[in-house]
């Protein structure tokens, strides 16, 4: 299953959805408190939406879909943003690495490929690997990239309590806690003007940091 | 002094208040027995400061006024902490629901 947690993505999730169902994969949207017409538009294009009546941030809306995944024995749990900056043919990449016996699969844009990154987002993520390199001692080449893949066994293991974009962070806690078996994969990430006025600001990795000092 | 008289007031209609407060169950006896005990402090202090300057110098503290004031700020970080965790626990549960009522309308429309 691919979990697309949405907020406000009228314009692109017809599109994203599209390509994830074109490739076969189950897409399920995350309509999280959208005032859009999200919803309807992912419907339309073949998702199975589940809606939050209000919005309660990406982390909440990735559980939500990891919660129906579960109930509905899914094996796999790919995570993928609703932007329309990833690409769905690299899901095959990193579900090859969860049958191959890894249980998360994390996709890396610096192993792979950027395309109209902003200076300022390649130092705040630099300087966020360092942060994740002292919490929680993995030795990785990206962080806070939400195009992942997960054995559900693996996901029940975890205890994910972030509702906003700490949850980024929490995940990578927990492979470490829960010394989960994760491999990096190259993916291709592209920033696109509209993907850039719906990422967030770098200043939210005070808010980030606040959230993971408070709510552990 | 007019000052002492404001702030004995001031403490007597938050004593009233709190007690309406537990009379009506907006809150527990202990957060009423608590708090009394906070504003009785503060006529206390109030009435008598030489209180105050005695504990002050027992601790080190050069003025009472200093002394009252240090006690006011740990208590006022020890409630925002409390408030804090509070707030945590009720935007957890929040997303519980939230996360289960989305789930289980998804149930029922199959």
């Known amino acids: 299953m691919v979990i697309i947690p949405a907020l406000n993505e009228g314009r692109k999730i017809g599109e994203v959805v599209r390509e994830v169902a074109a ?51 899914y094996e796999f749990a790919v995570f993928f943003d609703a932007d329309g ?43 966020g690997l360092i942060f994740t390199r002292l919490t929680t001692g993995l030795k990785l080449t990206d962080v806070h990239n939400g195009f992942q893949a997960w054995r559900l066994s693996a996901l029940k293991a975890t205890n994910l309590v972030q509702d906003r974009q700490a949850y980024a962070s929490e995940l990578l806690q927990e492979i470490s806690r829960c010394r989960l078996v994760f491999q990096e994969v190259p993916v291709t990430i592209k920033y696109t003007r509209y993907s850039k006025s719906k990422g967030q600001s770098v200043f939210n990795a005070f808010n980030i940091l606040w959230d993971l000092i408070i709510k552990r | 002094m007019p000052i002492q008289f404001i702030l004995i007031l001031a403490a007597a209609v938050m004593i009233i208040r709190s007690f309406f407060k ?7 006896i202990g957060e009423f027995i608590t708090w009394l005990g906070i ?31 240090y006690v006011a700020l740990v208590l006022i970080f020890y409630l925002f902490f409390r408030f804090l965790v509070r707030l945590e626990k009720i935007e957890k549960d929040i997303t519980k629901i939230v996360s289960h009522v989305t789930l289980n309308d998804e149930t029922k429309k199959k």
Do not use: C
């Open chain 1, 23 to 73: 490739l076969g994969y189950d897409a399920a949207v995350i309509d999280d408190g959208s005032k859009d017409d999200t919803a309807a538009v992912a419907k339309e294009a073949g998702a199975l939406v589940l809606s939050h009546v209000i919005n309660r941030g990406q982390g909440a809306a990735l559980r939500t879909g990891i919660g129906y995944a579960r109930r509905h024995n």
């Open chain 1, 85 to 127: 900056q990833m690409s769905a043919a690299e899901i095959e990449k990193l579900i090859d690495v969860l049958k191959s016996g890894a249980q998360v699969a994390l996709g890396s844009r610096f192993l792979g490929t950027t395309e109209g990154m902003p200076r300022i987002k390649w130092l705040t993520l630099k300087l």
């Open chain 2, 22 to 28: 537990l009379k009506n169950r907006e809150i527990r």
């Open chain 2, 39 to 69: 504003w009785l402090a503060v006529i206390v202090v109030v009435i008598y400061p030489d209180i105050a300057s005695f504990l002050a110098i027992k601790l080190g503290v050069t003025r009472g006024a200093d002394l009252v004031i």
